[in-house]
């Protein structure tokens, strides 16, 4: 199965930027990361899981939760298997652990677009990076 190992988290004051990593590795036979849809997703404490960001390793189509927009991006280098997440202007809110999911593009039943921040709709699951938020 697919292995997801996040990196990147850590301590940072309001205001500051961290950029996350996720390493995607054991692709099934035939599957390459270009035909992955990646996606990050956070917990905070006591709080659900949220989709933050996703993409199309194929075209590098993004789409963003309202509460990131212009503030996190999402890129992806397919060379390395890895997709980041840029957090600039971290806000306490922000505090959570960010966990990065993938699926097989093919297989989405909706256009990533519609479907890309749902948790339902991934498949493997990494074991997260903790971002904390000092004020």
């Known amino acids: 199965e697919v292995q997801l190992v996040e990196s990147g988290g850590g301590l940072v004051r309001a205001g500051g930027s961290l950029r996350l990593s996720c390493v995607a590795s054991?692709?099934?036979?035939?599957?390459?990361?270009?035909?992955?849809?990646i996606v990050w997703f956070r917990q905070g404490p006591g709080l659900d899981l949220e989709g933050v960001a996703c993409?199309?390793?194929?075209?590098?189509?993004?789409y963003y939760a309202d509460s990131v927009k212009g503030r996190f991006t999402m890129s992806s280098d397919n060379a390395k298997n890895t997709v980041y997440l840029q957090m600039n202007s971290l806000k306490p809110e922000d505090a959570a652990v960010y966990y990065c999911?993938?699926?097989?593009?093919?297989?989405?039943?909706?256009?990533?677009?519609?479907?890309?921040?749902?948790?339902?709709?991934?498949?493997?699951w990494g074991q997260g990076t903790q971002v904390a938020i000092s004020k």
């Open positions: 999911g993938v699926r097989i593009l093919s297989s989405l039943l909706r256009p990533l677009a519609d479907a890309g921040l749902f948790s339902y709709e991934y498949d493997y």
């Open positions: 993409i199309s390793a194929k075209d590098g189509s993004t």
């Open positions: 054991r692709f099934p036979s035939g599957f390459t990361f270009g035909e992955y849809a």
